[in-house]
């Protein structure tokens, strides 16, 4: 019994010192989330300005005359550019937006079977090469993006691949942040350029900050250079916004999720010490109570 009791003893301080370990990674990851959160509804006024000035710029000169909206009848090659993140401890996160992937493959492509993926993030890059998934391009991820510049290698990148013919359709694989409790992995169409508003990325309105701002009723205006020349130097910057967005989005996700997942693991530590005390304090009544059984025992046989 009383090797039992130590036993006890020592499952206890383990736990007790891994909640600490938890709790000191949910604060941590709690704070990260903050500056992630803050990052992505600073951003998404101006994403969303962004999509609406070039969808009136191409209604004016018609999607079908810049390569970035044009749509190829028979779809051979697919890339798919997958955001996840470079450390684990946030629950089933990566392992979800590459099923999301996997799927959207299947459901969109089942006849195509050369889809390539750009990776930025080491998790997803392992779950997805373990999934079979073809890796091309795998790109170094911070914690924190604090720039869109840090992303400019990658939109170079696939929108060179993507005019050069390389590919007839580029995805952007993402988690979208909901709220701190709630993240929904996506995969959209990020070229070509679909020429409507995406419901999606930044899904979460900004009315009340929002500029009051109508370009219909903006009077008519002449550009120079002309708006085809405008669109070939604002079109890839557009690409880069909305890959930008997509990793603010997945980074605010991430950590939401990791708090979430070292708040549980908390929890469940907190439960299993007070199950560890209650076994521990009946294994230490019970030797108690054998103890006294024996030395009643042993008095009996003395005075007899």
């Known amino acids: 019994m009383p090797q039992a009791t130590r036993d006890i003893r020592r499952r206890i301080k383990s736990v007790t010192s891994t909640r600490k370990i938890t709790k000191a990674m949910e604060l941590v990851a709690a704070a990260k989330m903050r500056k992630a959160v803050a990052n992505v509804l600073a951003t998404r006024a101006y994403s969303d300005l962004t999509w609406e000035t070039v969808l009136r710029l191409v209604g004016i000169v018609g999607p079908e005359k810049h390569p970035f909206f044009k749509e190829k009848k028979k779809v051979k090659k697919v890339l798919v550019v997958m955001i996840s993140t470079n450390r684990g401890l946030c629950g089933s996160f990566n392992f979800n937006l590459v099923q999301k992937v996997v799927a959207s493959i299947s459901l969109h492509h089942p006849e195509n079977r050369e889809t ?20 091309v391009a795998d790109f170094i991820k911070t914690d924190i993006t604090q720039s869109a510049a840090e ?11 993507f005019l050069g013919g390389d590919y007839d359709k580029v995805f952007l694989a993402y988690t979208d942040f909901m709220s701190a409790l709630r993240q929904v992995p996506h995969v959209k169409q990020l070229l070509p350029i679909v020429p409507q508003i995406d419901t999606r990325l930044g899904h979460i309105s900004h009315e009340k900050n929002k500029a009051e701002i109508d370009l219909s009723q903006i009077p008519f205006i002449t550009f120079e250079p002309s708006i085809s020349e405008l669109l070939d130097s604002f079109l890839p910057r557009l690409v880069e916004v909305q890959i930008f967005q997509a990793v603010l989005e997945s980074e605010a996700s991430e950590h939401s999720a990791r708090m979430l997942a070292m708040k549980n693991a908390s929890e469940a530590a907190l439960e299993m010490v007070s199950d560890l005390t209650l076994a521990y304090n009946q294994a230490r009544q019970s030797a108690i109570t054998a103890e006294i059984a024996e030395i009643a025992a042993g008095s009996g046989t003395l005075s007899g």
């Open 151 to 161: 992303i400019n290698p990658m939109a170079h990148l696939v929108t060179k691949e």
């Open 116 to 135: 390539d993926i750009i990776s930025f993030g080491a998790r997803g890059r392992d779950e997805a090469r373990g999934q079979g998934l073809n890796i």
